[in-house]
């Protein structure tokens, strides 16, 4: 906290504030207000996030900017707030998207605009939240909150099949969450009545309890990071889901899964960590490999997208599991990375489909040259998506293929086989829908970006291109903390 | 023991007999236009009542009337809620009763006898009175279901409630019978201390702990005792529906502890296994059923099935976490439920019901607002933070798990999950789904106001739990005398 001001606390509720100031302003006949109060709100909630990053101490695991306020005294629950090196990044990134998502549906979103603005400033608040917990069910209500307005967003603006989407995506997200819920109030016996996530990693727990809080945390953040076998609900949901959703989904709550793996999962449980990470690692490569290929496959170029991220999303996992400082940190750059660029790849799909209304890739080829300025950008994130050196896809690849080596050079080389297939994949659709003759008269009537599309695609093209040529300003932050975490896991938490 | 401490401790009790007789008397003498008069006399009552249960407050336990009734602190919050629901409750009605001509004193006075057996009880220290205020809470809830009297469905719930209940009184007698065989007492205290102490013949002692048990399920409407709560639930006029879905709930929470926890606790081994069955098997059904349901009521019927058997848990892990998270479900149920049975009547109008679930759909078009009240209801009830049917659900998880049953908690929240997916598909219609009606939605501005603060009750104490959980435990803690 600096000067006693509360950063982390602003940056989660003032969004919140706006997101029900907008809903407030009601039916569509202000839906112009709704925009701009909205897009006010967001990049207010961005701005003061920004002293997150600029008074950050590089140089300390310990957390910091912390909130501590009593919240329910009869279960010592409290409002306890901090962030370190590992869960600063999330924050400005989610902080970051909820403009651009908000821009994006400035015009496409014509029905309900204030209930649409409001859910996802809403969303913006409570993600950061879950970032920021450092008290179990302060996370726990922050995590399970987030479901609500997604499972709003995608079943009302979404597509032709948004309600098994929605439906599946919350059930999917509510059976590991609840999993986690025993496994928190079962910590909170051992740890002798604390909820407060530091004290769970510092409790001692025999290995059959391990393993078993392992599983049920696994359900809980496999199901959201997501991994393989419990990833089915992604295409659904991204699929039906509107452009800002599929964008929000795919940058921000990807990560909190995986955030989890490295909250929780490890520093709570390290032995069970150990002992099941041959499965973890498997899962991963299978991700990173079968989806792979199952993306190359797809029509589709939302789901394309979709499981490319999983794919993207094993190589995290794989970071994690291998328990060392390169994969971890490489792993962390990969999820920030992955944040921007699957999150420009569903902006670039969304412009497609607010002019054609399509997402098969077979309508679309020859928007090169109806629309030059799109195809330049898209071509920018088609690269990062394949892990181009020089963008920021390439850098946590790189570092986590690095750190595989050192584990096991299979890994590393069922690992790399992704630079193969994710050039493949993405490349291949960049060519379908963007190069070749004019394919019918309804592309030949599109239209180029315009301004509000061509500055989305600016910011986030600088953001790509120069995490990927200087990243150091993104791994410097987390240096420490991933140090710590890595000593504090090879520790063993058994009872002597 | 003087007379005026007997007097203080049913200050309540009596002061609402004084007053439904009174009302009773006065209604006579009103014509039906000015039936308003009725319901501020009862509203009034109400207040006073919670006057004089504030004004009479003691601190301790203090028994009266030779030990037939006792007043702690338990009894005092379960009154003071049990007199808030039932006032929200003739809110909620009376617009509903008025437009179907059964907006009648008759309503009143039973609504007000079957709250005066709640509060006996409530306060009940002794088998005997326990057994009174049970039958005059189910007799005035057997008329009430009746009271529409051209409606053969409604006519077809009363006498199904009416004989199952008859039967389920039968057991409790019985039960209670042989408990008195076995200890030579019907008061808790001493039932209990006779059991701990003495000789009592165990096998008898067992034999009628079943029975109790039993009649206990009956009225809690737990499975395997649940076959008549979803025809009463479905059969009777909403606003019955919402008073036998609310404060009784409260009552028979209070009725099991008393009878559990003062009267059995040296019997804690058997009856907690007995618990596990129900509540494991209420869970089950009443989720799974539920899914099946495409009447409102029915739905919400299982949905109470399975609430019950939730509340059981925290009854059967024991101490003041258990009873303490117990009580606070039955207080946040009550809430939920309330709201969720106005949501129905704010929707009904002359001759039509908004009872299924088609009815539902696309609320959000036609009032945003409801719809939202609604979404945090139904959220609330699938135990979704951050509204406070969570924290019900997380105090019994945790009293579960420090009672060692952590396979219990599994089987609990997955269940829990079974039962997202009904409540999910009522948010589902509601905002998903275009509305089969536009006929506008006429809300008096009482109920509006009152569903708008029962919604966002469920939001604000999901936000700031601790105190009401506090009180829970703390007068648990009090009046169970467990440390």
């Known amino acids: 906290m600096i000067f006693g001001f509360p950063i982390i606390s602003v940056a989660i509720w003032l969004p919140i504030i706006f997101g029900v100031l907008v809903l407030s302003t009601g039916d569509d006949k202000n839906a112009q207000m709704a925009r701009i109060l909205a897009l006010v709100g967001s990049v207010l909630g961005f701005l003061v996030t920004i002293p997150l990053y600029t008074g950050f101490v590089a140089d300390t695991s310990e957390m910091q900017f912390v909130e501590m306020h009593d919240w329910i005294t009869r279960f010592s629950i409290h409002y306890h707030l901090g962030v370190d090196g590992i869960s600063v990044l999330f924050i400005l990134l989610t902080a970051f998207f909820t403009p651009l998502v908000v821009l994006a549906g400035w015009q496409v979103i014509e029905k309900r605009v204030a209930q649409y603005m409001g859910s996802f400033l809403i969303m913006s608040g409570i993600m950061i939240g879950v970032f920021a917990a450092l008290d179990a069910v302060l996370f726990y209500v922050f995590w399970e909150a987030m479901l609500i307005p997604m499972f709003l967003i995608i079943g009302i603006w979404g597509g032709a099949n948004r309600v098994y989407a929605a439906v599946k995506f919350f059930l999917y997200t509510l059976l590991g969450s609840l999993l986690m819920l025993v496994a928190l109030i079962y910590l909170y016996n051992q740890s002798g009545g604390s909820f407060s996530i530091l004290d769970f990693h510092q409790v001692a727990i025999p290995m059959n309890a391990q393993i078993l809080i392992f599983i049920a945390f696994f359900f809980a953040f496999a199901v959201k990071v997501p991994m393989f076998p419990v990833h089915t609900w992604l295409p659904d949901a991204h699929v039906e889901a509107p452009t800002g959703g599929s964008v929000v989904l795919a940058a921000i709550m990807l990560k909190v899964g995986a955030y989890g793996f490295l909250r929780f999962s490890m520093p709570i449980v390290p032995d069970a960590s150990h002992y099941l990470s041959g499965v973890m690692i498997a899962l991963s490569l299978i991700a990173v490999v079968y989806i792979g290929l199952v993306a190359l496959m797809q029509s589709d170029m939302k789901k394309l997208v979709a499981y490319s991220s999983i794919s993207h999303m094993g190589f995290v996992t794989l970071g994690f599991f291998i328990f060392n400082a390169y994969g971890m940190e490489g792993a962390l750059l990969q999820m920030i990375s992955h944040g921007f660029v699957s999150g420009a790849l569903f902006l670039c799909i969304g412009v497609l489909y607010d002019r054609m209304h399509s997402r098969k890739i077979a309508d679309y080829g020859g928007v090169a040259n109806t629309m030059p300025v799109f195809a330049a950008f898209f071509m920018l994130f088609a690269m990062a998506n394949s892990g181009l050196p020089g963008t920021s896809g390439f850098v946590g690849e790189f570092m986590v293929i690095l750190g595989a080596v050192k584990a096991n050079f299979w890994y590393a080389f069922a690992a790399a086989t992704t630079l193969i297939f994710g050039a493949a994949y993405t490349l291949w659709m960049y060519k379908r829908v963007i190069f070749g003759a004019v394919a019918n008269h309804h592309v030949a009537e599109l239209t180029d970006l315009n301004m509000r599309e061509k500055l989305i695609f600016a910011v986030l093209a600088v953001t790509v291109l120069g995490m990927g040529l200087y990243p150091l300003p993104f791994s410097e932050v987390m240096h420490v903390s991933v140090n710590d975490l890595l000593v504090h896991v090879a520790r063993s938490k058994l009872p002597l | ?483």
Not at chain 2, 73 to 94: I, Q
Not at chain 2, 281 to 291: H, L
Not at chain 2, 376 to 386: H, I
């Open chain 2, 1 to 483: 023991m003087d007379l005026m401490t007997n007097w203080m401790s049913a200050g309540a009790e009596i002061f609402l007999l004084v007053m439904v007789c009174a009302i009773l008397i006065a209604d006579l003498l009103i014509k039906q236009s000015g039936r308003l008069v009725t319901y501020m006399l009862a509203q009034i009552t109400l207040l006073g009542c919670s006057l004089i249960t504030v004004g009479t407050h003691e601190n301790g336990v203090v028994y009266a009337f030779h030990n037939l009734f006792v007043d702690d602190l338990m009894s005092d919050v379960l009154k003071l809620l049990t007199y808030l629901a039932m006032s929200m409750m003739l809110v909620y009605s009376r617009q509903y009763l008025t437009v179907r001509g059964l907006f009648t004193g008759e309503f009143i006075v039973l609504a007000l006898f079957a709250m005066l057996g709640m509060m006996v009880m409530i306060s009940a220290n002794h088998f005997l009175s326990l057994y009174l205020g049970l039958e005059l809470l189910s007799l005035s809830l057997y008329a009430m279901v009746a009271l529409q009297r051209d409606s053969a469905i409604a006519t077809e719930a009363a006498m199904k409630y009416f004989v199952l209940g008859a039967l389920a009184s039968g057991l409790l007698l019985y039960g209670m019978s042989m408990l008195y065989g076995a200890t030579g007492s019907l008061e808790l205290g001493v039932v209990s201390n006779a059991i701990q102490y003495g000789v009592a013949d165990k096998n008898l002692l067992v034999f009628g702990l079943v029975f109790v048990v039993s009649g206990l399920a009956f009225k809690l409407g737990v499975v395997p005792f649940h076959m008549w709560v979803p025809d009463v639930y479905h059969g009777a006029p909403t606003a019955m529906t919402m008073l036998i879905g609310s404060a009784p709930k409260l009552a028979a929470f209070a009725f099991a502890t008393r009878i559990l926890v003062e009267g059995l606790q040296p019997l804690v081994q058997h009856w907690s296994g007995m618990l596990i069955i129900l509540a494991v098997a209420s869970m089950a059904i009443g989720n799974i059923t539920a899914i099946a349901q495409t009447n409102l009521k029915r739905m919400f019927a299982y949905s109470t099935i399975a609430h019950m058997g939730f509340l059981l848990l925290g009854l059967l892990s024991g101490g003041v976490e258990g009873y303490g998270s117990s009580m606070f479900y039955a207080v946040v149920y009550v809430l939920m439920s309330l709201g969720a049975f106005g949501m129905i009547m704010l929707l009904s109008r002359v001759g039509f019901e908004a009872d299924t679930l088609n009815d539902f759909k696309g609320l959000n078009q036609r009032s945003p607002w409801l719809a939202f009240m609604m979404l945090l209801l139904m959220f609330s009830m699938a135990g979704v933070p951050p509204t406070v049917g969570f924290y019900a659900k997380f105090s019994v998880l945790n009293a579960v798990v420090q009672a060692g049953h952590i396979w219990l908690a599994v089987a609990a929240v997955m269940f829990s999950l079974i039962g997202a997916f009904y409540y999910l598909r009522i948010v589902k219609l509601m905002y998903f789904d275009a509305p089969e009606s536009h006929e506008p939605i006429a809300v008096g501005q009482d109920s509006a106001l009152l569903i708008s603060v029962n919604g966002l009750a469920v939001l604000l104490l999901g936000l700031l739990p601790g105190a009401l959980m506090s009180v829970c435990a703390v007068s648990v803690q009090q009046s169970l005398l467990l440390h």
